[in-house]
């Protein structure tokens, strides 16, 4: 065990270790490699960004729900169930994870986005455990781990087209509010 930790305590940088005790370098471990994650996701969201360009509002029709896809970069590799729901306007990713459910979106920043968001988690039963928000010039991604609630009766599918309708209704919003202002 020794040995692993002097690994371990070799390969993260200094400050993530505050003492010498097992507890320490493990907690640090962890720090590090959860910035790391975050580090990875933003540098995703940039790459995937590239292929976000600017369109036209879609109607809520042209929402395609899809199976997970085990080769998308950006949400990577489906070993537990899940669902996508992908727009011009947003990508949405639901997840189950054990007894928790990771939600991810990606997409323009759009003001009080986060708000919707939540209520819609909220309004469909479910505990906002984290929430961790990476940003990117224009882009931002959400990444939700949520608990299932008891009331909650909705499929990893129907989670995922809420929240991108979430997304719509708000798009929709700004086109008809722009139509009113002309």
């Known amino acids: 065990m020794n040995d692993h930790l002097k690994v371990l305590r070799s390969l993260t940088p200094c400050f993530y270790i505050k ?5 320490s370098i493990i907690g640090g471990v962890i720090e590090f490699i959860k910035e790391l994650h ?27 729900l899809s199976p997970p896809q085990p080769e ?10 899940g669902a996508c729901c992908n727009s011009p306007v947003a990508d ?5 994870s054990g007894s ?3 939600l991810r979106t990606i997409s323009k920043r759009i003001p009080g986005q986060i708000v919707r968001i939540v209520g819609v988690l909220e309004r469909l039963s479910f505990e906002i455990l984290h929430l961790n928000i990476s940003t990117m010039e224009d882009t931002v991604l959400y990444s939700f781990v949520v608990k299932i609630g008891l009331e909650c009766q909705v499929s990893v599918e129907e ?10 209704s ?13």
């Open 159 to 168: 989670l995922a087209f809420e929240v991108q309708q979430s997304f719509c």
């Open 19 to 23: 003492r010498g005790d097992q507890a």
């Open 38 to 64: 975050q580090v990875v996701q933003s540098l995703e969201t940039k790459k995937r960004r590239k292929s976000l360009s600017p369109s036209p509002v879609p109607s809520p029709r042209q929402f395609r």
């Open 170 to 182: 708000q798009q929709v919003y700004i086109r008809e509010h722009a139509q009113i202002l002309s």
């Open 72 to 81: 998308t970069p950006f949400f990577g590799d489906f070993k537990e169930l």
């Open 92 to 96: 949405v990713e639901a997840k189950i």
């Open 100 to 102: 928790n459910v990771i």
